[in-house]
């Protein structure tokens, strides 16, 4: 009784290998519509996104980095400048300028779900970067901010502004949504979806099929086994003709 409860608990791989080989088909066309799934959403339903990005050399014009202590202090400097960067007063003022020079209009919040703020790893240089629907948006607010921000950093530290490394430019290649990496996932989920609809109804299935079944299922021996072939009932019929 062991023995039959075990049988019944235990997938036999080889069996469900030869499911899903025996369907392949239908594992390729969920493929296929998977991808163009993805594609058709990509393109129509998702905005693409453009991103520019301005860049500030910490250390301004007037400091001197003959020193190690100079270079150390540049360094320590960046985290500051990440979080000032993002700071209320740097916001307002890059706000004023969006709306003298270029008559754009935005919020604080707007600002920040736009900007993110890093510093390329082992230098001084700040890396200002904006998102936005709008290529030209994008490349306005990066500039403004990082001319917001070395103003801000000039008045906190009495000194220079920080250097402009590279002022942000209008991009004509959208950062998101990847097409390729949409379509790969679209034809993965599809992929999926199949094997595991053709899984769960291999796994369900409790008809039997072969004299194993019988074995396994009913615990009684097989007496006879009548084996299918192609074409048997067209030969019978061309042998009465």
């Known amino acids: 009784m062991k023995e039959n409860m075990y049988d019944e ?15 392949w088909w239908l594992i390729l066309l969920s493929a296929v ?10 393109i129509t339903m998702i905005n693409p996104q453009y991103q520019s990005n301005a860049m500030l050399y910490i250390l301004s014009k007037t400091t001197t980095v003959t020193s190690l202590a100079d270079l ?7 985290a500051d400048f990440e979080v ?3 700071s209320k007063p740097v916001l307002d003022s890059a706000i004023e300028k969006l709306k003298t020079e270029s008559d754009k ?18 230098t001084r240089i700040l890396v200002i970067s904006a998102t936005s629907t709008d290529p030209t948006d994008a490349s306005l607010v ?19 502004e920080p250097t402009t490394v590279e002022k942000a430019e209008v991009e004509s290649t959208p950062v998101s949504p990847s097409l390729k990496k949409n379509l790969l996932m679209g034809i993965l989920a599809g992929m999926v979806l199949a094997c595991g609809v053709l899984v769960v109804g291999y796994l369900m299935n409790d008809t039997i ?33």
Do not use: C, H, W
């Open 9 to 23: 608990d235990t997938i036999d791989l080889l069996e469900l290998a030869r499911v899903l080989l025996k369907k």
């Open 33 to 42: 519509f998977g991808g163009a799934l993805a594609l058709l959403v990509t």
């Open 72 to 78: 150390q202090l540049g360094s320590e400097l960046t």
């Open 84 to 86: 000032i960067a993002k």
């Open 105 to 122: 209009k935005f919020t604080r919040d707007e600002l920040n779900q736009m900007l993110s703020v890093s510093n390329k790893s082992d």
């Open 142 to 160: 990066a500039n403004a901010v990082a001319e917001a921000t070395a103003e801000q950093m000039a008045y906190i530290m009495k000194s220079d």
């Open 209 to 241: 099929n072969t004299e194993d079944d019988i074995k396994r299922y009913l615990d009684a021996p097989t007496l006879i086994i009548i084996p299918a072939e192609k074409g048997l009932a067209k030969k019978e019929k061309r042998r009465r003709k």
